[in-house]
Structures are given as C-alpha cells and as structure tokens.
C-alpha cells in the first residue's frame, strides 16, 4: 500500500467530525482557515459556530459593521485577521457577485489568503489538486521521507510542496489534504 493509500485510510478510521469537513461551501471553509490561523481547533470552533450562527452567508458579513465583527474575534487574537476577513467578504460579496474565486491562483489575490489556505479552499471547495503545506505537512513528510532539510529554510517550503504535489492522488485531492494535516495534528506532533 502506497502513502496516500495509507494515510487516506489512517484518515478515515481516525478523523475528528469538525464543521467545516460537512460541506464543499467556500464560505465555510474559507472562515475556518482564516480563523484556525495560529489557533488550536478546540479553540476556534466555537468561534467557528459564533460567526456561521451571526453571519450564514457571506453577505451577512460583508454588511457587518466592522465592530460587531471584532466583538466575535475577541479572544482569538491576530485581529488583523478579523478586519482581512470583513474585507475580504465584502470583496467577496460586493465585486465577485457573493462567488468565491474557484481556483488556487485566483484565491490567492484575495486579502488574508495565503498559500496555503488558498490550497485548502481550492481543494476542500473545488477539487483542485493542489496540496496543503504547513506544519503539521512539513513533520509528516520529513519524518515520513527522512528529510533533514531545516524547514525555515529558504528552499524547503518549495521543496515539500513539489513532494506532497507528487503525492497527492490527482482524483481525490481533498481526502488526502484533509488526512496528511489529520496525521500531522493528531499523530505526527512536534515532540
């Protein structure tokens, strides 16, 4: 059994049931990124539900005053997120018609939207084969594929997405994202 093999199946034994795995919607999957930034998920999931409970579309979001907006992100830190995100959905909303852009390269121009939240949403939302890479991908891969290169180098940000990019099955890219960050959270942790 290959690696995504593997894994994919560790996966679907061993996930945790989170909101955000229950629908395709790019809104939902969008706010659960920007939020779970430097955040635990036991932490942001009640944030998670707070903001979907106050703004179930991003309509609603965008027409927020900016203020109600950080009320909800009080406690979850980095509030340069929060007013990104308010942007981001009025963006969103007001020029794109309230469609989210539906491919890696076009995501990434949105405001807040790195690399790899781009992957998630691009993968998670539209089925693109792009792979996710932080973290908890970079421990997985090294430990999996004994690779010593120091993960703050320059090179090796492009050097573990070319790998997880060969990894990833081309026919379910969201399955095997979703597992390697499972793995890499759950299992695979930094101690």
Request: charged share 20%.
């Amino acid at each position: 059994m290959n690696f995504a093999n593997s894994l994919t199946e560790w996966y679907l034994k061993n996930k945790r049931d989170l909101p955000w795995r229950n629908t395709q919607n790019p809104y939902f999957i969008w706010l659960s990124e920007i939020m779970l930034q430097q955040t635990r998920v036991a932490q942001g999931m009640p944030y998670f539900y707070s903001f979907t409970t106050a703004f179930p579309t991003v309509f609603d979001l965008a027409n927020a005053w900016e203020e109600q907006v950080l009320k909800l992100w009080q406690g979850l830190g980095y509030y340069s997120r929060a007013r990104n995100l308010h942007k981001t959905a009025q963006y969103v909303a007001f020029e794109l018609d309230g469609k989210f852009p539906d491919n890696y390269t076009a995501l990434l121009k949105l405001k807040g939207v790195g690399s790899y939240t781009a992957a998630a949403i691009a993968s998670f939302s539209y089925g693109e084969s792009v792979p996710v890479v932080d973290g908890n991908v970079f421990r997985v891969l090294s430990r999996y594929f004994d690779i010593e290169t120091d993960i703050l180098s320059n090179s090796a940000k492009k050097e573990f997405a070319d790998l997880a990019y060969e990894l990833i099955p081309k026919n379910n890219p969201a399955l095997f994202n979703q597992a390697i960050m499972e793995f890499g959270a759950l299992q695979c942790i930094p101690k």
